[in-house]
């Protein structure tokens, strides 16, 4: 079945450091792809989409792009943040809209 | 706050014992999903519901249950609990309208804790 594989964490950085997180999945037909981050004691939110191979979701200054051939979708941030500690997932909808999703990321970024 | 709400928030309880969660949708959202969050088993898709149907299914142990009302919330109903039930359940809804993915909204999750 589809499946998603994301780097083990926790993924340690300084403040204004570059971030990349890898994710790579499975699938047998053309899902979109997401990103979730979860803060602390709170609920995931979506962080930014792709719905097609090519296409760049981003936001907040995180940017993922959807690689077919290679089949990823890595996260990246140019500049961290304190505020961007969190767990961040990575996750894939069939057609179902089901969400399938990767075993996440811890993000540590400190001052 | 993503509008959906979930309760109670903590719940701590026995083994063999039987809990209900309670999921309230975004207004105007139709479907409903619940997912399980583990430390061994990660997070996990369970069951949707769409419109008081239900509409797909996951990895759901039939020991839970679930059910959407003409409300439109939902709960999750977890019987013979076990140790390894313990976890964080989330709810998420979608308005689901035809064609394209449909955002999932998360609520902040239930704490179950079985001892």
């Known amino acids: 079945g589809d499946s998603v594989t994301q780097m083990e964490g926790p993924v340690t950085l300084s403040e204004e450091a570059f971030l990349t997180i890898n994710c790579t999945y499975t699938a047998t037909g053309y899902p979109s792809l997401f990103w979730y981050v979860q803060y602390p004691g709170e609920g995931l939110q979506l962080l930014l989409k792709?719905?097609?191979?090519?296409d760049k979701g981003s936001n907040k200054g995180f940017e993922a792009t959807y690689r077919k051939e290679t089949t990823s979708f890595h996260l990246e941030k140019g500049s961290v943040q304190v505020s961007d500690s969190a767990v961040y997932f990575c996750a894939l909808s069939d057609n179902t809209d089901k969400l399938i999703f990767g075993t996440g990321t811890r993000l540590q970024v400190f001052p | 706050d993503s509008g959906v709400t979930q309760t109670p928030k903590h719940l701590i309880t026995a083994t063999g014992q039987r809990v209900t969660l309670r999921c309230s949708p975004r207004?105007?959202?139709?479907?409903v999903y619940w997912y399980q969050q583990s430390l061994d088993q990660g997070l996990q898709f369970l069951i949707q519901y769409y419109n008081g149907e239900e509409r797909a299914k996951g990895n759901i142990l039939e020991r839970f249950s679930a059910q959407q009302f003409p409300d439109l919330h939902s709960e999750l109903n977890l019987s013979s609990l076990e140790l390894g039930d313990s976890a964080l359940y989330f709810c998420?809804?979608?308005?689901?309208?035809?064609?394209?993915?449909?955002?999932?909204?998360f609520g902040p999750g239930t704490r179950l804790t079985v001892l």
């Open positions: 998420a809804s979608s308005i689901d309208q035809a064609g394209g993915y449909n955002e999932q909204f």
């Open positions: 792709a719905t097609k191979a090519d």
């Open positions: 207004s105007g959202d139709l479907s």
